[in-house]
């Protein structure tokens, strides 16, 4: 599976402030808080969901891939997404892990992964 998702029992609001207090605890921050459908209702589309888009990044280890390969930029900063569906909040991301795997690099996938399993922990304390 590409991708890890978790159902929280709480507000797209409260899973939101919530990862990026886990976050911190990581030395991740966040750079940019996108509210998708917000964006979207103010171009005049209807979207009847909750969307918004963490771009978390840990400039340590950006700085560490991209020295190895600067097609990583290609995937960085990291995304994290909380969102509604048919009634229920929900958590994810895209696996870093499954993404290196477009660059053949092993220890590209060796950061990954460490990088994958701690945005993972930090998910699971929402």
């Not at 207090?21 to 964006?39: H, I, P």
């Not at 009634?87 to 990088?115: F, Q, R, Y």
Request: charged share 30%; proline share 2%; aromatic share 6%.
């Amino acid at each position: 599976m590409f991708h890890y998702t978790k159902e929280v029992s709480m507000t797209v609001k409260e899973a939101a402030e919530k990862v990026e207090s886990t976050l911190k605890e990581e030395s991740f921050g966040v750079l940019w808080n996108l509210d998708l459908a917000g964006k979207l209702e103010e171009k005049g589309l209807d979207f009847n969901e909750e969307v918004v888009i963490l771009e978390v990044c840990n400039p340590k280890e950006a700085k560490k891939v991209l020295e190895q390969s600067m097609l990583v930029s290609y995937f960085l900063p990291c995304k994290i997404s909380i969102y509604t569906e048919n009634g229920t909040t929900k958590v994810g991301m895209a696996k870093p892990s499954k993404l290196i795997e477009l660059v053949d690099n092993d220890e590209l996938k060796n950061i990954a992964l460490d990088i994958e399993e701690r945005l993972i922990a930090c998910i699971e304390k929402v």
